[in-house]
């Protein structure tokens, strides 16, 4: 499970006394504690799933892309490296990500099987691609492939 593999390479980012590891490590696992405790509000008492730990690692590299952006407006380029470090430990735990060909190609295979012919359609669309490439795939980018496909 990756929540026992972060708590694990946690132990072993400790041990080593690699101190950036060790605060990314801490803050993936604060953050799936958020989750969980969010959960229960919804009757979900064991935790969230391997799904939802997958959204957070997800949400946790696209915020650090959106702070690189920003320190890098501010001349910041140390902070931005350090958001770097940090999104790489936080990929290790991603499976694969899809490259922008694999996307487009995903975006219009559903496009055919769900016969998706307008805007209409992108929520259906959208849903099928989150159920078959969870972590996988940049939803942003998928999105606006849909959404010019559907158009144009």
């Not at 969980?36 to 730990?53: K, L, P, Q, S």
């Not at 957070?56 to 770097?84: D, H």
């Not at 999104?87 to 559903?110: G, H, N, R």
Request: hydrophobic share 40%.
């Amino acid at each position: 499970m990756l929540r026992d593999e972060v708590s694990t390479e946690l132990k072993q980012a400790m041990r080593s006394k690699n101190t950036v590891k060790t605060a990314t490590l801490r803050l993936i696992l604060a953050a799936i504690k958020d989750r969980d405790i969010a959960a229960r509000t919804d009757g979900v008492f064991e935790g969230i799933g391997e799904d939802e730990v997958l959204k957070v690692l997800q949400t946790m590299v696209k915020q650090r892309r959106e702070s690189i952006k920003m320190y890098e407006q501010g001349n910041r380029p140390e902070l931005a490296a350090q958001e770097a470090q940090e999104i790489a430990i936080i990929q290790s735990f991603l499976p694969e990500q899809m490259d922008d060909l694999e996307i487009e190609s995903a975006v219009k295979a559903v496009i055919d099987e769900i016969e998706a012919n307008s805007l209409k359609d992108m929520g259906a669309s959208m849903g099928l691609l989150r159920e078959r490439y969870s972590g996988r795939m940049d939803f942003g980018k998928a999105s606006a492939i849909l959404k010019s496909e559907l158009t144009g």
